[in-house]
């Protein structure tokens, strides 16, 4: 993650301790914003620089989950049948006390920014390894068999649904380690705007394609 930061600065304690609202903590080259600016974006020095890699890195993950979302059950439907949908369902409330230790091992074993990054790199691995698999002639979506026994549909649902748990949860944990209840009050709504606006272009490439 150092290569999305400045090099004297390590992720993980980055900002954690910044209050913009001190002036005693900003060089003299760096002045705070006044009017209409201050309240558009109430950010400057360093936590402006935290809020932009932020607002990109939350916007990654919404954009790519957005695409994700609304694949999982068209590819479980076009691969296993609709009939099957309550129970895959049902499968992944079972597979949710399994799944929630190990999250929770790899989240506080390691630094919060390295668990984020090793579940965004985890998923990233998948989702190419998937799309792949996709475009083969007869285990991909050129093979129009609707059955149960096609396990890769299942796999596929399986996989996209727990990405809100693992990449996008991952990364609000993080958040909440860097970030002091000061700073996060003027943080979380520009996060989630940010977010919003890759959204809404993810969903509309989407429907273009």
């Known amino acids: 993650m150092h290569f999305f930061l400045p090099s004297n600065a390590k992720f993980g304690e980055y900002m954690s301790d910044f209050d913009s609202t001190n002036?005693?903590?900003l060089s003299n080259s760096e002045k705070i914003p006044k009017g209409i600016?201050?309240?558009?974006?109430?950010f400057y020095g360093e936590e402006e620089t935290k809020m932009r890699y932020l607002c990109l890195i939350f916007s990654?993950?919404?954009f790519s989950y957005s695409l994700l979302r609304p694949l999982k059950d068209t590819i479980f439907i076009s691969f296993v049948g609709t009939g099957s949908l309550p129970w895959a369902k049902l499968m992944m409330i079972a597979i949710l006390?399994?799944?929630m230790p190990i999250?929770?091992?790899i989240n506080c074993a390691r630094r919060r920014s390295r668990?984020?990054?090793i579940f965004a790199i985890s998923y990233g691995v998948i989702c190419a390894a998937f799309a792949l698999i996709l475009i083969h002639p007869s285990i991909g979506i050129r093979n129009t068999l609707t059955s149960p026994n096609r396990i890769l549909g299942w796999f596929f649902y399986g996989t996209m649904d727990f990405f809100s748990i693992a990449v996008v949860a991952s990364f609000w944990s993080m958040i909440n380690s860097i970030s002091t209840p000061k700073s996060?009050?003027?943080q979380y709504g520009f996060m989630v705007a940010a977010s919003r606006g890759a959204g809404?272009?993810?969903s509309g490439l989407a429907a273009i394609l």
Do not use: K
């Open 103 to 105: 999250y929770n091992i």
């Open 97 to 99: 006390p399994f799944f």
């Open 200 to 202: 809404a272009i993810s």
């Open 115 to 117: 668990a984020t990054i």
């Open 60 to 62: 990654c993950i919404i």
């Open 37 to 42: 600016w201050a309240w558009l974006w109430p």
């Open 23 to 25: 002036p005693e903590q």
């Open 184 to 186: 996060a009050g003027r």
